[in-house]
């Protein structure tokens, strides 16, 4: 199960998204302003994938006009971030 986390988490803009939603909770107009460089449909797929592997999770939603508005933040204690910045410096 842990490795099948790290395999998820182990992609150059899933791990831009968990690092930057330490900050958060944040929502997917909130990660697409803070990541310009991901296109919005990337962002909703990437999310969906570490939501199904549980690293992330929804901490808030909101109903703005009927649309639900849902923030995100990564579960703590399945991968630590000091680990994941240890790889990236091998």
């Not at 909130?30 to 909703?44: E, G, I, K, N």
């Not at 592997?53 to 508005?69: F, K, Q």
Request: proline share 7%; aromatic share 8%.
């Amino acid at each position: 199960m842990i490795l099948h986390k790290f395999d998820v988490i182990n992609h150059p803009v899933r791990m831009r998204i968990f690092q930057t939603l330490y900050g958060g909770p944040y929502s997917i107009n909130q990660l697409s302003r803070l990541l310009p460089d991901v296109p919005r449909p990337s962002l909703y797929r990437h999310i969906h994938k570490m939501l199904d592997a549980g690293i992330i999770r929804v901490a808030a939603t909101r109903h703005i006009n009927g649309i639900e508005e849902r923030f995100f933040t990564p579960v703590f204690g399945q991968i630590k971030l000091a680990e994941i910045r240890d790889e990236e410096g091998k």
